[in-house]
DNA sequence: GTGAAAGCGCTAACAT
DNA sequence: ATGTTAGCGCTTTCAC
């Protein structure tokens, strides 16, 4: 009883010459060809995938021959690579990845961690990146931590686990030890931040000059004629929250403005921490800001949904400024004038750092890109 | 020259006793205790990660040995298993996830295809699925199809070569061949469809009820006074975008109202097809609608955008309902009456069928889960 | 130009 | 309770 090397059926067998030698056999229902070794141990269930071994039986020769055949290698007939070609095609042959990774001790798997992917900012960065990755023959594994510590941890294993052979990772902001991230380097694999970056660890990184950003920011309003300006800031765990922090003082202090300490609040990132924050400084009865710049969109809109709930008219008696350029400025009434940042250029950039590393032999030379954000100015800052 | 089996390094040695016949070591680097097989092949560069061996080898036993005390099989000492235990954190070991996987026949990773990330809809499944699957062991690989059959097909192949265990999909709208829908179960591999399904694939799927979404849409308008109502449909290629339409029409016949043919439009859900779609309708001389059901939110805003640039006051002159709930339809004034999805419990929802799939011997039976859908009425649609 | 054999890190019979 | 062996699918010397 002989069965087909591909369905596994009997029924459609028929002999079909000598071939070398050897009894050729053709399946009617798969229009296949083929020959069985000696001890043929015949082919197992259904659900099992072609393998290097399987093209070799159905050719009569070494599995060896056929990997060299696959790719591409200098020395090999024309002919043998055109039949183990032809005969991949025709089982349907998918390489094995994980078999592939073992032996070559590399994944082409590249994890990235982010906080969190509902808010525009980190799918368009996780976007630029894959597209970048995927063109270069590398899988995307992506993680969220939740802004959480322990869940990036537990990401980190999972990545290392997964013998990842690069990681991009945008901190939480609940992160304040970083031995996971050198657990990373210990093992030789690059590490590239974007955004939400780590001063304490030398590695390369990409983000946008939030310093000058916000300087721009705040000195758009002020020269929109607002003198009250206050700063919803983000957590302070986060370095970018004290570079937009200073540009804000930087501009106010330029420009001969007090900043009294009482007009910035920081929040976490949060819908709720935003409305909180939001609350807070329109509720004053003292000294209530004429404007706010915002650590970034999501939080200037809850602050405008805010105004709106209060009365309080913007821009006439609230100027707001976001940073980001989130999509949602361009939709909530009046528009929101932003900072905006090359965000696909964060993601594309970052992994081109990356790829760099990775191919690069021993650790390669740390390369810190800091990009330019712009001014988008609309309806929400200009009286 | 001993090197120590984890640091590698020479100049921290001490012989520390003699165990079981044979020469103990001490790292002072590492305060590790560790002995040498006889003919003890030193350990390799740095970069190398710790493997099942490692243990072995610092301990003096077997390699099953040690994988049997990494998971808790019955038959093992308990100090033996100890003994592992704490070797394994010294060395921080972190099992190599493709070679289980190898072995297993099983990677414990699941694909998940979407059209696409950007929108709320899937960053919002992908969390809720992924929460579900990493609580059972199980790692995500997400892959976007940008709404081409090309890379759909690419990232079928990839998922295939990557050996997942199971698919979570969502149709590409330009999708009109399912083969590569076919060799997951061909192989085996559990397939269930969400929110954008494949009729002709005998699988789990999971989607929201669109016809009744749709009718309770258009009932609404038709109860808040509008008479003339259009609807901007989906792409052709989707089953959803005959569920609305049925269900938009289902609801206009009710109650007597006439569905002029010119009075649908589809577009596809890019922004640009959504805005051309709303144009063509907003410039109609004769018969312009007096409210318009949209396929979903995002076509809904900018149908409210170009409508606020025609200076048609919404909802006076012009009723707006979407489809979905997406966080814009709050931001936007006036508010959008959307259709709410229950979009997170769509995406458990697959995850757990899918899992179950995974789980079951042999082809489970297909479940099909129909979701009911909510209508949220904000100022969009009252007048 | 091709085959045989070793080995990547791990699990799972099969011995003992 | 532990060691020995084979093998998952693949690449890569090393022979011939």
Do not use: W
Not at 164 to 192: A, W, Y
Not at 288 to 300: E, I, T
């Amino acid at each position: 009883m002989v069965r087909c090397i591909h369905c596994g059926e009997v029924h459609a067998i028929t002999r079909s010459g000598i071939v070398r030698g050897k009894q050729r056999y053709y399946c009617k229902d798969c229009k296949l060809y083929f020959i069985l070794k000696e001890e043929a141990t015949v082919t197992p269930a259904r659900p099992h995938m072609t393998t290097i071994v399987d093209i070799a039986k159905a050719l009569c020769i070494s599995k060896s021959t056929v990997s060299r055949a696959l790719h591409e290698h200098s020395d090999i007939n024309e002919q043998t690579r055109n039949d183990v070609l032809d005969m991949a095609r025709k089982l349907d042959y998918q390489p094995n990845l994980l078999a592939q990774s073992l032996v070559k001790s590399k994944s082409n798997n590249i994890g990235i961690i982010v906080p969190e992917f509902l808010t525009y900012f980190f799918p368009t960065i996780i976007m630029a990146a894959q597209e970048v990755a995927t063109k270069a023959g590398y899988n995307v594994i992506i993680c969220q931590s939740q802004e959480s510590y322990k869940i990036e941890k537990a990401n980190a294993h999972v990545l290392l686990s997964n013998r990842v052979d690069g990681v991009l990772i945008s901190m939480s902001c609940q992160t304040k030890n970083f031995e996971h991230f050198r657990t990373f380097e210990k093992h030789g694999i690059p590490v590239v931040f974007f955004n939400r970056v780590c001063e304490e660890i030398d590695s390369s990184k990409v983000y946008v000059d939030d310093y000058k950003g916000s300087f721009l920011a705040v000195e758009h309003l002020i020269k929109s004629g607002y003198k009250n300006i206050a700063h919803i800031g983000g957590p302070l765990s986060l370095q970018l929250t004290y570079n937009r922090l200073n540009g804000y003082r930087a501009a106010l202090k330029k420009y001969g403005l007090p900043s009294g300490k009482d007009q910035v609040i920081h929040c976490d990132l949060s819908k709720k921490g935003a409305i909180n924050a939001a609350e807070t400084l329109l509720s004053k009865r003292r000294n209530r800001p004429d404007a706010v710049f915002c650590v970034n969109d999501p939080v200037a809109i809850q602050l405008i949904m805010v105004a709106r709930q209060k009365k309080i008219p913007v821009p006439r008696e609230l100027g707001v400024v976001g940073f980001s350029d989130d999509p949602m400025a361009e939709i909530i009434d009046p528009g929101l004038t932003t900072i905006q940042q090359p965000v696909s250029v964060i993601g594309r950039e970052a992994m081109e750092l990356l790829l760099r590393s990775i191919q690069t032999e021993g650790k390669a030379q740390p390369i810190v890109k800091s990009l330019k954000p712009k001014l988008v100015i609309r309806g929400s800052s200009v009286r």
